[in-house]
């Protein structure tokens, strides 16, 4: 699929047969090479008699034909809704990658650096079934950013959500998104100095059950693949690996499944 994908995308550019240092196939070889296994780009290159700037750029190419045909945010939607899902999970992860030295809004502080997990890396937003399979992944955003204020830097994503909220389907989220609980339902945050109500703190234990799922999301993201636990790459493209790599887990860990669709 991958192979056929980057002949339509060098059709599409006008490539001429004989251009290119590696045909499709071999193309495809690389890029997967990445996603399953995190060859280093160094290895690849010298596997493929290729100069370092080259196999970034085969590399780049082949995430973004097969991010161009995973579906959008309102296709998963869509799909979650035709599914039958009641509810859908909204989380956000972050994805580690070399230092990267872009000063950012606060002096002395990389515009990557998570402070909250102490690393450098980029904040991705994650919607997951009621099962926690990924369904559509965000592009990345800094690290440094609260999932507040990366939800709200998407355009059309907090939109859409509302969108898809009814009195029978729910998006739910945890405390990182309470400034956006009147459209996310988020679990009820303890005033200071006082405590909840019996009903509070039952609704915040369900929500807390059923929202627990989520986070398988965020665990496939990094452990179907190797590629992500830890990119070398340009951060900004993160973005559309992890969309790549949530949709592919997805659809190969369902088609594990029984017929019967329970899990073993």
Known sequence: MLSRLLAEERLRRG??????????DRHAVLVLRWFL???RVAQLAADNQLS??????Y???GIDVLAAAAPGLPGALLAARTAGHTH??????V???DRSRTPGPTPGVDLWWSGKHHVHGGNVQVLTAP???????SPVRPGREH???CARGHPGLLDAIEGWTDDTHVVLADLGYDGENTRLTCPFKTPTGGGLSVDKRTVNTLHSATRALAERGNSLLKTTFKALRRVSFCPWRIGGACLVIGVSASLLSRSRLPASGHRT
């Open 15 to 24: 490539t001429r047969r004989g251009r290119r240092a590696l045909d499709c």
């Open 37 to 39: 296994d995190a060859t």
């Open 52 to 57: 370092l700037s080259s196999t970034y750029r």
């Open 59 to 61: 590399l780049h190419e």
């Open 88 to 93: 859908v999970h909204l989380d956000g992860t």
């Open 95 to 97: 994805i580690h990658t």
């Open 131 to 137: 099962d926690g399979w990924p369904l559509w992944t």
């Open 147 to 149: 999932d507040t204020t």
